[in-house]
DNA sequence: TCATTTGCCTAAAGGTTTTAGGTTTTTGCA
DNA sequence: TGCAAAAACCTAAAACCTTTAGGCAAATGA
């Protein structure tokens, strides 16, 4: 049946997008196969190796995306890029997006995942190149950044931007504006 | 021994901060209750309907503490407040917290969840009544401030941070001062 | 007093996880 | 070519979670 952890993580990576991220299950993904239940379990350590390695693939090809939108743009062109790559993802990956967070608990994090964590952060700081931002306010605004997608992508995803008007659509690219425009004014360190 | 749908909501949401909120199962809150797992299902309809109740019972705590923060202040120190209020309250009660944004799939939200949520967007509202905002800017505000907010904490909990100096605690009134800052200053509309 | 409701129980069926051990096919090498 | 070892998949079984069905006993209230 050629079976793999390689591609045990593929085919659940689909499955999530279908049925959503904790919806998948050794089980599902074994049926999905017509393959004994068991029989996973020579490629995957156990269910939560199994998560592991879907939200690794998702990392790591939104990292992927990420870059290619990143490459060759500069300043308010890139952030809107970047920002585009993680929402446009989200809404057609969403079981992807939401495994591309899961952070296993046991805290046994494999080196593939760190990995792509690093390229998110670094591709980050390469938006903010376009920007005069020196230590510490460049960690700073990578992790608004970060915030500001992430949290923005997961409400939306989860409808909570559904209840009032305009549509969520609308709201993106002008708080994308107003990210650019708070980058390009980072404040002074406020005293006290 | 009387349980009942509110009880078991309550003790829910104390073992999600105990264990996790993922781990929070009908078995587990039975074993808690030293009472047989079938008993449950006289209070509560299913698994799923228990988080709801959780999440429910989290989102209104939350919307409490949010309110008497915000009560008396304006301004930044109101915007430091409410923040202040997400980011400490998803800190000591992880399991809650994480249990404030468990949408049910099915789309069958309660009435009482519905209006803890529109208390959140309406205390945002109010933070932003120290500002100049017009529609649909005022909007475009609530959503970056939710997603910064739910963002940060969500990613400082799941240890997105830990990678990088300084600590995120550092970070943190930063960006707080930079949201300040922003929405004092927020951008006219882009032409294209 | 007695019928009803309430609250918890036993029993049982079905699904997921994981381990143990077996069989067959593939592979690599002498 | 022939054979030993590894790889891939299988059956069996134990443990746990979910959910439904039906029973008993105590509290309630007319």
Redesign the pocket.
């Known amino acids: 049946?050629?079976?793999?952890g390689e591609r045990l993580a593929r085919a659940g990576a689909e499955l999530a997008d279908e049925v959503g991220f904790d919806q998948?299950?050794?089980?599902?993904?074994?049926?999905r196969?017509?393959?004994?239940?068991?029989?996973?379990?020579?490629?995957?350590?156990?269910?939560?190796?199994?998560k592991v390695r879907i939200a690794t693939v998702a990392l790591t090809e939104l990292a992927d995306q990420a870059a290619a939108a990143v490459a060759g743009r500069a300043g308010r062109d890139a952030l809107v890029a970047l920002g585009d790559v993680y929402r446009s993802y989200a809404t057609t990956h969403p079981g992807r997006y939401t495994a591309s967070r899961y952070a296993p608990p046991t805290s046994v994090l494999g080196a593939e995942f760190v990995a792509a964590g690093k390229r998110h952060s670094e591709l980050m700081r390469a938006v903010l190149r376009g920007y005069d931002l020196d230590e510490p306010a460049a960690t700073d605004a990578v992790r608004l950044l970060g915030s500001v997608f992430h949290g923005y992508v997961t409400l939306e995803l989860s409808g909570s931007f559904s209840y009032s008007e305009p549509s969520s659509g609308a709201s993106w690219p002008r708080i994308l504006d107003a990210i650019d425009s708070l980058l390009r004014t980072w404040p002074e360190r406020h005293s006290s």
């Open positions: 049946m050629g079976l793999s998948v299950t050794v089980s599902a993904l074994a049926r196969f017509g393959v004994q239940v068991a029989s996973l379990y020579s490629h995957v350590r156990n269910s939560d190796d199994l």
